[in-house]
């Protein structure tokens, strides 16, 4: 069994900048898992945002994150980072990281989750 604990959310202006950390723990690696971040804003459902594969680690990106965001991984620390850069008022929501063992932008493939990190935009 796999726990998930994201960190790092805070309340930034637009503009600025925050990296997310999402450490996994419970006598498991990571490293051949297909690690994700997803997000919910209020009254909105779930979304995709990026996902990273294992090692050499190809990254997926939501529309509405690519060229602002990027995701990486540190296998031996069993983290998963979500570099958030350029943040909107629409970037405010929950964040939450999840584990797989197949790629994919829904979150039906994901079989592990965090209880997520709240960010918020606003001047």
Excluded: H
Excluded at 97 to 117: K, N
């Amino acid at each position: 069994q796999v726990q998930l604990q994201e960190s790092g959310g805070n309340l930034v202006q637009p503009g600025g900048s925050l990296r997310l950390s999402c450490v996994a723990s419970g006598r498991w690696s990571i490293s051949n898992d297909i690690m994700a971040w997803f997000r919910q804003a209020p009254g909105k459902e779930r979304e995709f945002v990026a996902y990273i594969t294992m090692s050499p680690g190809y990254a997926k990106y939501s529309d509405s994150v690519k060229g602002r965001f990027f995701i990486s991984r540190d296998n031996a620390k069993n983290t998963l980072y979500l570099q958030m850069g350029s943040l909107k008022p629409e970037d405010t929501a929950i964040y939450y990281c999840a584990r797989s063992v197949v790629a994919g932008i829904s979150e039906e493939y994901y079989e592990d989750w965090g209880p997520g990190t709240q960010v918020s935009v606003s001047s």
